[in-house]
């Protein structure tokens, strides 16, 4: 009976060490200062909350066929100036990390869905009082 308990116990612990978090799995958070479709790469500046005087790490994501995309469908919808969360891990190229999973967290919507308007300027189905 104890040797039953200690087997199983054994397999619980194999199975919590073996989990889905790989070895240099990082979640990345910044905005985006770059999006290139072409090469399904895009790049984070990600600044170091507790030290604001130092630049922001510039890191180049690689998005492939099994990353999870959360809040949007494809790469082309993200734009310069967007905030994201990526999880990611060590990609097979030097210096580019490879997504796991991509969540859009803030969206430049002025620049994405609205036309900017000028100061003054008459507002479609709006009148003036």
Request: proline letters at 5%; hydrophobic letters at 35%; aromatic letters at 4%.
């Given at each position: 009976?104890?040797?039953?308990?200690?087997?199983?116990?054994?397999?619980?612990?194999?199975?919590?060490?073996?989990?889905?978090?790989?070895?240099?799995?990082?979640?990345?958070?910044?905005?985006?200062?770059?999006?290139?479709?072409?090469?399904?790469?895009?790049?984070?500046?990600?600044?170091?909350?507790?030290?604001?005087?130092?630049?922001?790490?510039?890191?180049?994501?690689?998005?492939?066929?099994?990353?999870?995309?959360?809040?949007?469908l494809k790469l082309e919808e993200l734009r310069k100036?967007?905030?994201?969360?990526?999880?990611?891990?060590?990609?097979?190229?030097?210096?580019?990390?490879?997504?796991?999973?991509?969540?859009?967290?803030?969206?430049?919507?002025?620049?994405?869905?609205?036309?900017?308007?000028?100061?003054?300027?008459?507002?479609?189905?709006?009148?003036?009082?």
């Open positions: 009976m104890q040797t039953r308990q200690i087997v199983g116990a054994g397999f619980l612990i194999l199975g919590c060490l073996s989990g889905s978090v790989s070895a240099g799995a990082e979640e990345i958070q910044g905005e985006l200062t770059e999006v290139n479709p072409g090469t399904q790469t895009f790049r984070i500046a990600r600044s170091d909350p507790s030290n604001l005087s130092v630049e922001p790490e510039s890191i180049r994501v690689q998005v492939g066929s099994n990353t999870e995309l959360k809040g949007f100036g967007d905030e994201v969360l990526a999880d990611v891990e060590p990609g097979e190229t030097a210096g580019t990390w490879s997504a796991k999973s991509v969540q859009i967290d803030k969206v430049r919507i002025r620049e994405r869905h609205q036309p900017a308007v000028e100061a003054g300027a008459a507002i479609p189905g709006m009148e003036k009082i």
